[in-house]
Structures are given as structure tokens and as C-alpha cells.
């Protein structure tokens, strides 16, 4: 046998292992859950760094990065039931997501919203090991009561947002006079600009059933069904908001069909087609 087939097998085998290696991996991966919903293109940044275009029924995985483009909504359903729809221009990483019905003491949610917003549906994780769940954005940390919560981030400077809510409350309480000053505390819970512009920059949560807390460096606050918060940084203090400063949600009416505090929480099986990706 010459040296050209030699090289050409050689070839071959390692192009064989390499693709039995990626196939294996992508086995290996822990799925979290199924896109259910979607109304545009959907993207997953894999923790390889591969991109995969979702469509419906695709799976995701932990360590995905999801990216919605400007006009899509979309909704993916986890393994213990639970859902988090994505609104457009968001992106979330699923750092890691464990669930097994027989094994309560593996359970593991965590996230990570990068920019944009989402609404989350708690499952059965949720339920029984809600210490187990965490949503982490740049400017807090939400934990969960076992709830459903809507959340939007807006990026920007945190000096930026507190000086936006500061002018606006600010020019709330003019013509007071002589009147004692407000705590800032005070002030940032008195209300929030929503203006036609967007939201200022800052973390915005709605809880609509439940209750949620928002943690960072400048406090800890609880948010009962019903409340809004915000906190515009990590060093800002989360406070409620007596109004909707302009959180805005509107998935298509398909979206709406399996959320809410009474969907079902029998936990989903997923498929077992398995994705490829030769490099």
C-alpha cells in the first residue's frame, strides 16, 4: 500500500472519530427543555461556541445562550413543566438546569439574562426546591416563591438610571416648599418615568402570582402578586414601584394558552433525536 492511501485512511479514521466524538458530546449534554412557542428566528449560542438556528421542538440544552431577534417571541417549556417565554432582543444563558422527578435533592435552575426581558412560569423545580432557582441579570438576582413573574432588563450605566429616576422624582415633588426631605428610598418608591422614549435603564419586575425577591449589593427586597420593582444597578437598592413604569409584554395569544399559575405540572419527557455538529 502506498503512502497516499495510507495517508487517505489515516484521513478518514481521524474525520470518523472527530464526528463520533461531536455526536458523542452532544448526547452527553444535559437537555433542559423544548421550544413550544415561537413567532421568529430563535438562535442558540452552544457553550462550544457552535450556533444552531431553533425552530419548533428543538431542544435546549445547558449552557445555551438564547437570542431572539427584534420581532420574536419565544417560549420554551423545561423539563419539570415550568416555562420562560422570551421577548424580542433578549438573550438568556442557561448556566444550568437539572431536574429528575425521583431525585429532588439534584434539582438545579439557574440563569442568566443578559439584556431584554422574559416572563418565567415556575414547574415543579419550583415547587418543591424553589431555594434551587436563580435568575441572575446584571444589576440583581432573582429567587422565586414558586410564581409567575415578568421580568426586563434594560442595559446601561447604573449612574445613568439612578440619575433618570433621581430628575424625574426630582420634578415630582417640586413646589414643596420648606417641606422635610425624602429619603431617596422614599423618592425611588413614590414612582418610576414611563415615557413613549422606553424604559430608563435599570431592572424592572411585575410578579403576577407568587412572590419573588431581588438581591444585590445594595439590599434585598420581596415583591408580593400584584407589585412592580426596580433597581437601577447593582449597588441600588431594589424598591417597589406603586405603578407600571412601563413594562410591556405582549406575546402572541398563542403564547398564552399553557401559562399561568394553573398550568400543568407533569413534568415533560423530551425526544431523543440528537444534534450533530461537524466542525
Not at 417565554?85 to 438546569?97: H, R
Not at 418543591?128 to 426586563?152: M, Q, S
Request: with cysteine; proline share 6%; charged share 15%.
Amino acid at each position: 500500500m502506498n503512502n497516499l492511501s495510507k495517508n487517505s485512511i489515516a484521513t478518514k479514521a481521524l474525520l470518523l472519530i472527530a464526528f463520533w466524538l461531536n455526536c458523542t458530546f452532544a448526547m452527553a449534554a444535559q437537555v433542559a427543555g423544548t421550544v413550544t412557542q415561537l413567532s421568529g428566528p430563535l438562535l442558540a449560542k452552544k457553550a462550544s461556541g457552535a450556533v444552531k438556528i431553533l425552530s419548533l421542538k428543538s431542544e435546549v440544552e445547558s449552557g445555551d445562550t438564547l437570542v431572539t431577534e427584534k420581532n420574536t417571541y419565544a417560549q420554551v417549556k423545561f423539563i419539570d413543566n415550568s416555562e420562560i417565554t422570551l421577548k424580542p432582543a433578549s438573550q438568556l444563558t442557561i448556566d444550568n438546569f437539572a431536574f429528575d422527578n425521583a431525585k429532588p435533592d439534584g434539582d438545579s435552575a439557574s440563569f442568566n439574562l443578559l439584556k431584554g426581558g422574559m416572563r418565567s412560569v415556575s414547574g415543579l423545580l419550583g415547587k418543591r426546591n424553589k431555594e434551587k432557582f436563580a435568575l441572575k441579570t446584571p444589576a440583581a438576582t432573582i429567587g422565586i416563591r414558586g410564581t409567575t413573574f415578568i421580568v426586563d432588563y434594560v442595559p446601561g450605566g447604573g449612574d445613568t438610571a439612578l440619575a433618570s429616576l433621581q430628575a424625574y422624582l426630582n420634578a415630582s415633588t417640586a413646589g414643596l416648599g420648606d417641606a422635610a426631605p425624602i429619603a431617596p428610598l422614599q423618592l425611588a418608591q413614590a414612582g418610576l418615568p414611563g415615557s413613549g422614549g422606553g424604559l430608563a435603564p435599570g431592572l424592572y419586575v411585575h410578579v403576577i402570582d407568587g412572590m419573588i425577591n431581588l438581591s444585590n449589593r445594595g439590599g434585598v427586597q420581596q415583591f408580593a402578586a400584584g407589585q412592580f420593582g426596580f433597581t437601577g444597578s447593582v449597588v441600588q437598592p431594589p424598591v417597589i414601584v406603586p405603578n407600571n413604569p412601563g413594562i410591556q409584554f405582549n406575546p402572541p395569544p398563542a403564547f398564552q394558552s399553557s401559562q399561568g399559575p394553573n398550568a400543568s405540572t407533569t413534568p415533560t419527557k423530551s425526544n431523543t433525536a440528537v444534534d450533530c455538529e461537524v466542525r
